[in-house]
């Protein structure tokens, strides 16, 4: 397996512009996580998806962003608008099970806002 | 609320100059504690999981393990590819959240 494919790997963009972030799980992984990591905050957990169903949303930081999973191969994480302070480290992970701390991490998608 | 300390937040070794990171945490029913390493540019990577106090892993330089209130990851004659940040992450009661600490970045020098 590929391991967990994000695109794009580098973003820059004007605040108040939409960002769109993908992510695509290793197959037959159930659980999906979207992370967020700063110099500031480290890794925070943004929400968490099982069977495609998001379960726990608390870590979004505000309505400007939402997230989806409409398949079991595929999510998206959205900014819109975006904002200076949005400006990180992507991460999505994926697991096998609910009990299991093993997530495999994709290779992070860094959002530049200016 | 969960939380999770890493000491010390930089640590800087020569080749060989073995040493050890901190991770200390405070859950409410420990669930498993787990190390990651994180190279630059990359995501986390799964190193342990440990479950119980007096639990011990190991890989090749590296040994985990676990008391009731911290962790300790053990570097043996460290060489400059174990250069990274070390993460720690403990889950919540529900078992899906992880709560990861800031890390210990780590550099060996040759």
């Known amino acids: 397996d590929a391991g967990v494919i994000q695109s794009p790997r580098h973003e820059v963009t004007e605040m108040g512009q939409e960002v769109t972030l993908r992510c695509k799980p290793i197959?037959?992984?159930?659980?999906l996580f979207w992370y967020r990591q700063t110099m500031m905050r480290g890794l925070e957990l943004l929400i968490y998806?099982?069977?495609?169903?998001?379960?726990?949303d608390s870590g979004m930081p505000e309505d400007r962003f939402s997230a989806k999973m409409p398949n079991a191969s595929f999510s998206t994480l959205k900014i819109q608008p975006s904002e200076p302070r949005d400006s990180a480290v992507y991460f999505c992970?994926?697991?096998?099970?609910?009990?299991?701390?093993?997530?495999?991490f994709g290779e992070g998608s860094r959002l530049t806002v200016l | 609320e969960d939380q999770v300390t890493q000491s010390p937040e930089a640590l800087r070794l020569q080749e060989g100059e073995s040493s050890s990171l901190n991770c200390s945490y405070t859950?409410?029913?420990?669930?498993?504690l787990f190390w990651y390493r994180q190279d630059p540019g990359k995501g986390p990577e799964f190193l342990f999981t440990?479950?119980?106090a007096g639990e011990e892993k190991e890989k090749e330089r590296l040994k985990a393990t676990l008391t009731k209130k911290e962790s300790f990851l053990h570097i043996t004659a460290p060489k400059p590819e174990d250069s990274a940040t070390y993460l720690c992450?403990?889950?919540?009661?529900?078992?899906?959240?992880?709560?990861f600490g800031e890390g210990t970045q780590l550099t060996v020098n040759p």
């Open positions: 992970a994926s697991s096998l099970g609910r009990d299991t701390g093993e997530l495999f």
């Open positions: 197959s037959g992984h159930d659980y």
């Open positions: 998806f099982n069977n495609n169903v998001p379960i726990d």
């Open positions: 859950v409410s029913g420990l669930r498993g």
């Open positions: 440990l479950y119980s």
């Open positions: 992450a403990v889950p919540s009661s529900s078992g899906s959240r992880l709560t």
